[in-house]
């Protein structure tokens, strides 16, 4: 609940004391499937989408990932029993979750820290730390009330630490909020949702439909505007053969154009960001880094051979490199879809 809806962001803070105490408690032959059966449930719910393309691919990916939470339960009950489990606990949760943006085929999506964005007065800390501190803080906080629940010997030396650390947090916040500078200079961007069903989008007969509905939009806007259309907004493949149709047709808008578009170059395809200009002319493009596994790749293909992805295409490639772009003499970066979960491309 605490990634889905605002208002219940604040359950994520208490959410683990009771999975602490099945770690303490149970066996470990029980254990296994407690904490499999809690991983399960905490990804199978935030993964769900995965589902519309493949439910063998999302059991799959589900059951891969909810082995994390079997590590942390297991290795857990070793540090709840040692000195220093504020610490070591935390920390263990967060080495997990960094081996499970980094191991295989790397998936950064759910990652506790996440779930606080509404919540702009607790994060601004992650500019500095990443947020994996905010995953860590919250995972120290549910271990505090752990040990405040058990009485445990010093849980108040560890009240006023975890009071400070929050504070020190919240200071932080506070300061980066009132320091934006809100009169520096501005760009005006026009965001464009052109609310095309996912199963229609790649569709012969909707194309010229899709194509006159991102003329249209474009024209509402301002023409000073950079407007950025979707991922894969654009109903045709680019290639080398049609490139030239392709920039001819955004000449007409006169607009500076940032559009996602699916290139193919040989045989393969990859999920792009093109950048116009007014004159119709090509500047720039970024060819996406992190795919996601089983919507635009199957990872170990040769052992999936009987699932799709969820494009028309097939498999999309990787691209190579990060790309900056330029724009009024101010540098950006384009992050596609799932690549905002990963702060090192962040």
Same mark, same amino acid.
């Given at each position: 609940?605490?990634?889905?809806?605002?208002?219940?962001?604040?359950?994520?803070?208490?959410?683990?004391?009771?999975?602490?105490?099945?770690?303490?408690?149970?066996?470990?032959?029980?254990?296994?499937?407690?904490?499999?059966?809690?991983?399960?449930?905490?990804?199978?719910?935030?993964?769900? !989408?995965?589902?519309?393309?493949? @439910?063998?691919?999302?059991?799959?990916?589900?059951?891969?990932?909810?082995?994390? !939470?079997?590590?942390?339960?297991?290795?857990?009950?070793?540090?709840?029993?040692?000195?220093?489990?504020?610490?070591?606990?935390?920390?263990?949760?967060?080495?997990?979750?960094?081996?499970?943006?980094?191991?295989?085929?790397?998936?950064?999506?759910?990652?506790?820290? /996440?779930?606080?964005?509404?919540?702009?007065?607790?994060?601004?800390?992650?500019?500095?730390?990443?947020?994996?501190?905010?995953?860590?803080?919250?995972?120290?906080?549910?271990?505090?009330?752990?040990?405040?629940?058990?009485?445990?010997?010093?849980?108040?030396?560890?009240?006023?630490?975890?009071?400070?650390?929050?504070?020190?947090?919240?200071?932080?916040?506070?300061?980066?909020?009132?320091?934006?500078?809100?009169?520096?200079?501005?760009?005006?961007?026009?965001?464009?949702?052109?609310?095309?069903?996912?199963?229609?989008?790649?569709?012969?007969?909707?194309?010229?439909?899709?194509?006159?509905?991102?003329?249209?939009?474009?024209?509402?806007?301002?023409?000073?505007?950079?407007?950025? /259309?979707?991922?894969?907004?654009?109903?045709?493949?680019?290639?080398?053969?049609?490139?030239? *149709?392709?920039?001819?047709?955004?000449?007409?808008?006169?607009?500076?154009?940032?559009?996602?578009?699916?290139?193919?170059?040989?045989?393969?395809?990859?999920?792009?960001?093109?950048?116009?200009?007014?004159?119709?002319?090509?500047?720039?493009? /970024?060819? @996406?880094?992190?795919?996601?596994?089983?919507? *635009?790749?199957?990872?170990?293909?040769?052992?999936?051979?009987?699932?799709?992805?969820?494009?028309?295409?097939?498999?999309?490639?990787?691209?190579?490199?990060? @790309?900056?772009?330029?724009?009024?003499?101010?540098?950006?970066?384009?992050?596609?879809?799932?690549?905002?979960?990963?702060?090192?491309?962040?």
């Amino acid at each position: 609940m605490s990634f889905f809806r605002s208002q219940f962001s604040f359950l994520v803070w208490f959410s683990f004391v009771f999975f602490l105490f099945v770690i303490e408690k149970v066996e470990r032959r029980t254990l296994f499937l407690y904490s499999l059966l809690g991983g399960f449930s905490y990804f199978i719910t935030i993964l769900f !989408w995965v589902g519309y393309v493949t @439910k063998i691919g999302l059991f799959s990916l589900t059951l891969y990932l909810s082995l994390y !939470w079997v590590a942390f339960a297991y290795l857990g009950k070793f540090f709840l029993r040692v000195p220093f489990s504020l610490i070591t606990l935390p920390s263990l949760w967060v080495i997990l979750e960094f081996f499970r943006e980094n191991i295989w085929a790397g998936f950064g999506w759910a990652i506790l820290g /996440y779930s606080q964005y509404p919540n702009s007065f607790l994060i601004q800390s992650a500019d500095l730390l990443g947020v994996k501190f905010i995953s860590w803080l919250i995972l120290l906080f549910n271990v505090v009330l752990y040990d405040l629940i058990k009485k445990k010997k010093g849980v108040l030396r560890e009240v006023i630490s975890l009071s400070i650390l929050i504070l020190a947090n919240l200071g932080y916040s506070i300061y980066r909020i009132n320091s934006l500078d809100t009169h520096s200079e501005k760009i005006s961007l026009a965001l464009i949702q052109t609310n095309i069903p996912q199963d229609l989008k790649w569709k012969s007969f909707y194309a010229h439909q899709i194509i006159r509905r991102l003329k249209n939009l474009a024209k509402k806007t301002s023409s000073t505007s950079l407007v950025i /259309y979707p991922e894969a907004s654009y109903p045709f493949v680019v290639k080398e053969s049609n490139f030239e *149709e392709f920039v001819n047709f955004f000449a007409e808008f006169k607009r500076n154009i940032l559009i996602g578009v699916v290139e193919k170059e040989e045989d393969k395809f990859y999920n792009c960001a093109f950048l116009i200009n007014r004159k119709g002319e090509f500047v720039n493009k /970024y060819r @996406k880094l992190k795919l996601v596994p089983f919507g *635009e790749y199957i990872p170990l293909r040769r052992f999936f051979r009987f699932l799709d992805v969820i494009n028309a295409m097939g498999d999309i490639s990787p691209g190579r490199e990060f @790309k900056i772009f330029n724009y009024q003499g101010k540098r950006f970066a384009v992050l596609i879809c799932f690549e905002d979960t990963f702060p090192f491309v962040v």
